[in-house]
């Protein structure tokens, strides 16, 4: 079983995580959905169970994910075995729960606190190892506040640790400046790699939480040119940041680039999932995929990755040579 450290924490978690998005079920933002479909919240337990038993120990949910229902379910999930897991939540967005709606943003001190207490209460837990900024594009000229208003809840006993959930490098990094800011979540998969952020793990000794490892459900190898998502699906009825489906079909660019590399991923009989967390346990020591888990099956794929272990670098250099990236 792999065991990595989140950032200079001291937090040691499973190698790969349980991304907890799907599993808050159908929420709007923007008018359009935010979430995965309807789910059922008895396999969502289930899926969680089996994760467990598999040693995965990294749980990464946000307080908006289903507006709030994410969370309840995961409280749920990991009764009595709180001090087994490792938990990451969120906060920033402002949503009404009857509605399942996002309403607006807050990164107040005040709502801060008042967002960690609500998310507290919904997990059940007294803790909550892992808290991060959800807005990606947070005014740099708030992050002191931030950060002492984050230092504050540390000193309090409330959170352990925190970071940003952010794709811009300039914030990570400034980010980084806190004392207990250990971990950016960004989106990193074998198909959109993110090298400018990694250096400024490197530099800052961040983990780096992936988002997005299995491309949006692209290397699940499920989806083909003729695939359909739903419009209550958040890939179907596609937001503007949405590129890696369009119109609720697999972008074709993206699809060669998987069709490409697909046998490099799928050797030593890995699925192509598997090989695609593999690829991501090689690019760095730091790199913590969460893929998006809602069934049982799911869970014993994506927990199977531990199991395989990082690609070799000689897998790694010819997916490179493969998708013509700079050595």
């Known amino acids: 079983m792999i065991v990595r ?26 008018g359009k959905p935010a979430g995965w479909g309807e789910v059922d919240d008895d396999e969502s337990v289930a899926a969680v169970h089996r994760a467990l038993d598999l040693g995965v120990t990294f749980f990464d949910t946000a307080d908006v994910y289903g507006a709030g229902h994410s969370e309840r379910v995961l409280r749920r999930a990991l009764a009595g075995r709180r001090d087994d897991v490792v938990i990451a939540t969120k906060f920033g967005n402002v949503f ?7 309403t607006g943003r807050d990164i107040s001190p005040g709502y801060i606190r008042q967002a960690c207490a609500a998310s507290l209460e919904r997990l059940g837990t007294d803790r909550v190892d892992l808290y991060q900024l959800h807005i990606g594009d947070a005014p740099l000229e708030q992050v002191d506040d931030l950060i002492a208003t984050l230092e504050a809840l540390v000193d309090d006993g409330l959170i352990r640790a925190y970071g940003w959930s952010t794709d811009d490098p300039e914030r990570a990094a400034a ?51 003729e695939s359909k998502l739903p419009d209550d699906d958040v890939r179907g009825d596609s937001p503007a940041w949405m590129t890696l489906f369009r119109d609720g079909r697999p972008a074709p660019e993206f699809l060669a680039m998987m069709a490409a590399i697909r046998d490099v991923l799928t050797s030593g009989g890995r699925t192509l999932a598997q090989g695609a967390l593999g690829w991501l346990l090689g690019r760095s020591e730091r790199t913590v995929p969460i893929p998006g888990i809602r069934t049982v099956a799911q869970a014993e794929e994506n927990a199977g990755a531990l199991q395989h272990g990082p690609l070799s670098a000689a897998e790694l250099a010819q997916i490179g040579e493969l998708l013509h990236r700079p050595a």
């Open 96 to 102: 009404d729960p009857a509605t399942r709606t996002v």
């Open 175 to 225: 980010f980084a400046k806190g004392p207990h800011c250990v971990a950016v979540q960004h989106e990193l998969s074998v198909l959109r790699d993110a090298p400018a952020m990694l250096a400024v793990c490197d530099t800052h000794e961040l983990a780096s939480v992936n988002r997005g490892p299995l491309a949006m459900g692209l290397l699940s190898g499920k989806y083909g040119p």
């Open 5 to 30: 450290e989140l950032g200079r924490s001291g937090i040691q978690v499973s190698a790969v995580g349980f991304g907890a998005w799907a599993i808050g079920g159908p929420f709007v933002s923007g």
